[in-house]
């Protein structure tokens, strides 16, 4: 007997019905748009469009909307970012916390996990992490240790020993459980209705426990064209980070003067215009050959080479750097973080109009309101592909795994590496030359102390090769989750002139915004376009506790809760 009955919908003579097993969702079946679903892709494809020729031929008109939008939409949408990050990492530990619920698998009853867990950790560090940890691993310390809440107060001093130790609070609180738990419900939202129910791997599939098959139709292409838009939004503002780096770094081992000019903003040097069309026709266009040669080959390749350079730089770092010193601030960092969790989750700055309040909000929306909307516009991304890797794993495995091992990794970086800088820039080593330095060329000028300058560009020349890597596998899988997406979970085949439409539009989207008004233009845009999917993030979370709940109730009451069973199910309800 096949189930096609939604989660709320239980037939008059059970107690409570069997799951949704199927959801159609209509795809073309010849032509150009072949096996992709028209109603998700040609919207999509509009949408990005429309924001592309809008930055390149109305390019005053842009920025003066973006800088309204960010004094007004962001300031008002502030709360909800904050509150719904708290929310969902209380979620996170309520499904780790509740034994019957964490028992349950991603995937059929005892089924075994398709990787082990080194391989599992390893696809997990290069998920989310590669280009944020080698562009604020020095960036993000440095910049709190220069300002942060307690010495907006006047509590402590700037560039002070004092200010260390809050710079790592706010830093951990960034980069840690905030981050990963929202990863991990989009991953498990998707994951646990897709390996254990059989649905399509798509962001609509996920909400199927709360909307059944009306995820079928409109409701679940407006899902899905939200999640699309988010994603390049997300992945563009990441590939700035890079690009920026990558010039930066090509500039540092001689490449050329060209490849740098002074900020409009006076803020030091900046990636030129030339400099960031040249990054982008190689990057990218090295992502998208990438991504037409797949998974196997691509992906896993490049991700090989990412791990080993990475684990060699911090390897670098221990042995020359401050690692005593790092060490310790991991250890007090963590303390801090987990001590203060509770109350930084739902911190809230308000202006009251002195100069003080002020400046909190605004170090507030500059930070964590941008992180938060950053990472769930990462989370369609990041989260299907966690979904992807983690079939068999139980909810408490996944989670866990999916919270604390990438969030330790991160901080792990950030203490080694911008403790290494902090320690010079404390030691009246650097002068003031890394602190001051713009936060992409920071990891260089960081080594140029370290290191003699033979050997700085040498490795300097390894973190541009490393840094392109990354650069190259996130915008080559970004590529392939949206036309996961766009062909309604089907990652199967070759989509060649839709990988070349998307690796395209990341290209033209991170460079008209860094070209119009560079991170910041990026910024805005990014965290206004998280905003609908912030929506659907909320319902998700709704949706996977609801799913696992009358999971639990139909194993008590002998209903079948996996696709497999639903299959073979005489109908007999058996109690136990």
Known sequence: MTSQSADQTASTDLPIAPPLVVLPIDTHDRGFYDGFSREVTIPAKIIVSLIIMWAIFFPVNAMETLAVANSTIISAFSGWY????????????????????GSLRIGAPGEKPEFSRASWFSMLFGAGIGIGMLTFSTGEPLAHFSNNPDIIRGAIEARSAEAVRPAYMYTFLHWGFGAWCTYALVGLGIGYVAHRRGLPLTIRSSLAPLFGERMSGFAGHAVDVVAVVATILGVSYTLAFGVE???????????????????????????????????????????????????????????????????????????????????????????DYVINLPAQSFSLFQDDGSETAGALVDWQLGWTVMYWAWWIAFAPFVGMFIARISRGRTIREYVLGVALVPSLMCFIWMALVGGTAIDLELSGVAGGAIVDAPMADQLFATLAFLLDPGTAAIVSGLVVVLLMTYLITSADSAILIVNTINGAGDNEGARRYHILFWGTALAFVVGSMLILGGIEAIRITMIIGALPFSLVLAAMCASIIKAVVFDLIRKKHGVPTTAEACESWDGEVRAT
């Open 82 to 101: 904050v509150y719904l990050v708290a929310f969902l990492v209380i979620c996170s530990m309520v499904l780790v916390l509740v034994p019957q619920i």
């Open 245 to 335: 780096q990558f010039v930066a770094g090509l500039y540092r081992i001689g490449f050329g003067d060209w490849l740098m000019v002074e900020g409009a903003d006076g803020g030091g040097l900046t990636a030129s215009t030339g400099a960031i069309i040249m990054a982008l026709l190689v990057l990218v266009g090295a992502s998208t050959v990438s991504a037409l040669s797949g998974v196997g080959r691509g992906i896993k390749w490049l991700s090989n080479i990412n791990m080993a350079l990475s684990f060699g730089l911090l390897a670098l770092f221990v042995a020359v750097g401050s690692g005593f010193y790092g060490l310790q601030l991991l250890g007090v960092g963590i303390w």
